[in-house]
């Protein structure tokens, strides 16, 4: 039950810093759709990510896991499914400048949308659970 809950706090969190780095993610009703949108990506994250892996193996194997993103993007697609009032219409970042490094902006829109979602979230949650190990 803690490792669920740690799942789901994580995710909606995760949800919410990628709604803030860029825009595109809508929650209709604020903090009550991104709630509900958090237990149905812990959801599909734990029940139906594994079943599209699965099916997906054949095509991860040849693409050395870089498909692993296109099934992020299939759970992340039946959450805006689920939940009313969570839509993804586009991925726009902005584009980030400092000193050291230069993130260029990026316009991503359908499938591709759902892809730089999936890989923002993934590299949110993978830090957030090396953090809080």
Do not use: C
């Amino acid at each position: 039950m803690r490792k669920i809950i740690r799942h789901y706090v994580l995710d909606t969190f995760a949800l919410y810093l990628a709604s803030q780095l860029t825009s595109g993610m809508i929650f209709e009703n604020g903090y009550q759709t991104l709630l509900l949108a958090g237990v149905a990506l812990t959801i599909t994250t734990m029940l139906a990510k594994p079943i599209i892996n699965i099916l997906l193996l054949p095509i991860n194997l040849i693409t050395f896991g870089l498909f692993k993103w296109v099934s992020s993007a299939i759970a992340l697609y039946l959450v805006t499914l689920v939940v009313p009032g969570f839509k993804i219409i586009q991925f726009l970042f902005a584009g980030l400048t400092t000193k050291y490094f230069d993130f260029p902006a990026i316009s991503l829109e359908g499938i591709l949308a759902y892809i730089g979602f999936s890989f923002l979230l993934s590299l949110i949650t993978s830090l957030l659970f090396w953090i809080f190990r």
